[in-house]
């Protein structure tokens, strides 16, 4: 029991970390109705610079702050340099586009960070705590914390606020949102810039566990993209649980199949579940007037 519950926390734990991944994929895809394929690297770069920061002798907290801006910065740069002037082009063209942009990025955070592993001290320095025979990582309690705290950011913003009313337009009917006087163009910049800072957030939460790299970025931008396309492509909550699931999914399959295997398994279930129910096992039918 202690030990189905310790797998428990840990699946949680990378979930979450998928979760925040998903959210920035699933926020440009109902916007762009691109998929963003460089949502990873924005994980890699807010991670290492939060690190060369602390480093540099900065303390915690505004290094983090630092290299979240940072990141959600290079996110406008990219839609408004690579995305936007070819945002008239066929979508498929524009996913190619992204992927270039994850390869690029990855270069420049090899020239820039190297190959070597770079670490970071946990955020919070307390003991670990003993919940129901499991040992839960101060580090996890942060994950857990900040991506509950985020959702309830994002459904007040979504929810109670003009621009979040637009966005939420756009995704239904872009060109009706048009219509009626919102400007989709900065919108699309907008996304963009919140799923950087979302992907920073991520990196910088999951380098104190597993340490950062140039190359950190792709398995876990991939591992949100299956988290977003097994919970629901056009729903944050249905990302969110799906990310979740393939956390839970990764870590159960590690202990009692093999670890060799999990990545496997779960592409495995992704495919099962698009031909099951394609449009996401949260997914769910509606209308809905904003």
């Known amino acids: 029991?202690?030990?189905?519950?310790?797998?428990?926390?840990?699946?949680?734990?990378?979930?979450?970390i998928y979760a925040l991944l998903a959210i920035g994929f699933v926020t440009i895809y109902n916007i762009t109705g691109i998929l963003n394929f460089a949502q990873g690297e924005f994980a890699m770069i807010g991670a290492l610079t939060c690190i060369t920061f602390v480093n540099a002798g900065l303390q915690m907290v505004a290094a983090m702050l630092l290299a979240i801006i940072i990141t959600a910065s290079i996110g406008l740069i990219v839609e408004r340099t690579a995305i936007f002037h070819a945002r008239n082009t066929s979508v498929i063209i524009l996913i190619i586009i992204t992927v270039g942009l994850s390869i690029f990025l990855k270069g420049m955070g090899l020239i820039v960070w190297g190959t070597n592993p770079h670490q970071l001290a946990?955020?919070?320095?307390?003991?670990?705590?003993?919940?129901?025979?499991?040992?839960?990582?101060?580090?996890?309690?942060?994950?857990?914390?900040?991506l509950i705290f985020l959702l309830a950011i994002l459904y007040l913003f979504f929810d109670k606020t003009y621009i979040g009313s637009a966005l939420r337009a756009s995704e239904r009917n872009p060109r009706a949102a048009k219509l009626m006087?919102?400007?989709?163009?900065?919108?699309?910049?907008?996304?963009f810039t919140l799923a950087a800072?979302?992907?920073?957030?991520?990196?910088?939460?999951?380098?104190?566990?597993?340490?950062?790299?140039?190359?950190?970025?792709?398995?876990?931008?991939?591992?949100?993209?299956?988290?977003?396309?097994?919970?629901?492509?056009?729903?944050?909550?249905?990302?969110?649980?799906?990310?979740?699931?393939?956390?839970?999914?990764?870590?159960?399959?590690?202990?009692?199949?093999?670890?060799?295997?999990?990545?496997?398994?779960?592409?495995?279930?992704?495919?099962?579940?698009?031909?099951?129910?394609?449009?996401?096992?949260?997914?769910?039918?509606?209308?809905?007037?904003?």
């Open 1 to 16: 029991m202690d030990l189905l519950m310790q797998y428990i926390v840990t699946g949680l734990t990378v979930g979450s």
């Open 122 to 146: 946990p955020i919070l320095s307390i003991e670990s705590i003993q919940f129901m025979g499991a040992v839960i990582n101060p580090q996890s309690i942060v994950i857990f914390g900040v």
């Open 181 to 191: 006087g919102i400007n989709t163009s900065t919108l699309s910049a907008l996304a």
């Open 197 to 290: 800072a979302l992907g920073a957030i991520a990196g910088i939460l999951i380098t104190p566990i597993t340490d950062a790299t140039y190359e950190m970025g792709f398995l876990i931008g991939i591992k949100g993209f299956v988290g977003m396309v097994i919970g629901g492509m056009h729903s944050i909550p249905g990302a969110v649980a799906g990310a979740l699931l393939v956390g839970l999914l990764e870590t159960f399959s590690g202990a009692y199949i093999s670890t060799f295997y999990s990545d496997a398994i779960t592409f495995l279930v992704l495919i099962l579940v698009l031909f099951i129910k394609p449009n996401g096992i949260f997914a769910r039918g509606s209308g809905e007037r904003v």
